[in-house]
């Protein structure tokens, strides 16, 4: 005679922990479960409607500055300091974390043009319009003396203004703009090189993160400009029909970099073919003013004109989330925090504004099981993204009343400039052969090797 029992291991129906709840069996065999489809659609639909509820990105203002704030900059080992720069040249250093000032420091007449920290992270850089550099101490030594005893921040004068600095990711090396791009050592007053190509004032620089030795600038006369500092040398140059404000390299993909336009666009570029941008960023109504990448560099948030922040993903043409408040006004200047979970805008109005960058994301300690359902949602919202109604619910977002408008009128002139083009391309006056100039390199008027 045969006896079959039925043998399953103790872990299978007992709990771990008097806290842990009962193990079910389950049997995953599709055929058992005909409604499951639709059951997680239901389960999707709800995660992104709770998504939408619980969005409360605004995390805190900082308050202190009596003029705009113009300038930020992270520093590379304090995850919760900031340092920003105003209108009236005054630099102040901030704990996100403890939302207070740490230190102020009355440095420029005049707006601080640009702020960067050394990669030791013990100094600051900063030029103003009066012409001058200043360096100084930022370790937490220095920054908890009086103000008074403090030891003054170190003065290089110039000849020329200045509109921007950056410093080298790994020597003891910065650059500035202004008339031109000057290379700069620490331990030295004047200028170990001087670098242009055109007639118009610089107003960006920025140092590649991964290809370290070489560095950007775009200038007012419409033209970006690639440059190798080890060869004191440009690269390349390419015009384009409107200005650029900013430029950010990914942090992760050494030769891609995105600028912000005046034409309310940001492009991505490779540097190997500036022919043609690989990405055109739309939705902003206004000038677009700044940007900065995430640490991933998966993402990058812009601040512009229309006194409104939107995030996008590297390889998209759309915002996927727009920051606003009725009291904000233009964005001068936004910053990533270097653990990818905050951005922070800086304003016209004298607030740094500090804000999640998944504005649904619970801040504080999560349980075990509280990970598990979100990590559960978040795959369901992934696997029905492109079903109409959670598509619908997850791109909406409320807009202000003017932003809304403007988009409206851009779209209305965008569709009417496209058609009346349609229409002369097929007329007879034009000759045969024209075709419609494609999106990624309609806004380059030139490229210069």
């Known amino acids: 005679m045969k006896v079959k029992v039925i043998s399953r291991a103790h872990s299978q129906y007992t709990r771990a922990t008097k806290n842990d709840l ?82 102020s420091w009355d440095l420029h007449r005049g707006f601080v043009q640009g702020v960067c920290v050394t990669p030791d992270g013990n100094r600051f850089i900063t030029v103003g319009q009066d012409k001058n550099i200043r360096i100084g101490k930022i370790d937490a030594e220095s920054i908890t003396v009086e103000a008074s005893e403090r030891e003054e921040a170190l003065t290089i004068p110039h000849s020329n203004f200045f509109t921007g600095v950056d410093h080298h990711r790994r020597q003891d090396m910065f650059a500035t703009c202004g008339n031109a791009v000057d290379l700069w050592s620490l331990a030295r007053s004047e200028p170990l090189s001087t670098l242009t190509w055109g007639a118009d004032t610089i107003t960006t620089v920025k140092f590649n993160p991964v290809e370290v030795n070489l560095m950007a600038t775009a200038a007012d006369d419409r033209n970006i400009v690639l440059y190798d500092c080890r060869a004191a040398t440009p690269i390349r140059k390419i015009i384009m029909s409107m200005r650029t404000n900013a430029i950010a390299w990914n942090p992760m993909e050494g030769f891609h970099f995105t600028v912000a336009n005046e034409d309310h666009n940001l492009y991505t570029y490779d540097m190997r073919k500036l022919s043609r941008a690989t990405n055109v960023h739309k939705d902003h109504v206004s000038a677009v003013l700044d940007l900065d990448y995430s640490p991933t560099g998966k993402e990058f948030v812009t601040g512009a004109y229309d006194r409104s922040m939107r995030i996008y993903g590297y390889n998209q043409g759309h915002s996927r989330e727009i920051y606003h408040t009725k009291r904000m006004q233009r964005i001068f200047c936004v910053q990533w925090s270097a653990d990818a979970k905050y951005v922070m805008s800086g304003s016209d109005e004298m607030q740094i504004r500090l804000w999640k960058a998944n504005a649904s994301e619970a801040l504080g300690t999560q349980s075990a099981r509280q990970r598990a359902a979100t990590a559960y949602g978040d795959s369901l919202k992934e696997r029905f993204q492109h079903h109409p109604e959670i598509k619908r619910i997850s791109r909406h977002r409320h807009v202000p009343k003017q932003i809304f408008t403007a988009k409206q009128l851009k779209t209305t002139m965008e569709h009417a400039a496209k058609k009346k083009a349609d229409n002369a391309r097929r007329s007879k006056s034009i000759k045969k052969g024209g075709h419609r100039k494609v999106e990624r390199k309609k806004h380059i008027v030139d490229e210069i090797q």
């Open 22 to 103: 009962h193990p079910l069996p389950t049997n995953v065999d599709p055929a058992l479960h005909p409604m499951e489809a639709p059951r997680e659609y239901q389960r999707a639909l709800n995660a992104v409607k709770l998504e939408r509820v619980f969005a409360k990105p605004f995390v805190g203002a900082l308050d202190g500055h009596s003029d705009g704030v113009f300038s930020m900059a992270k520093h590379p080992k304090r995850l919760s300091w900031l340092l920003s720069g105003a209108c009236d040249g005054e630099l102040r250093l901030w704990d996100l974390a403890a939302k207070k000032c740490l230190s």
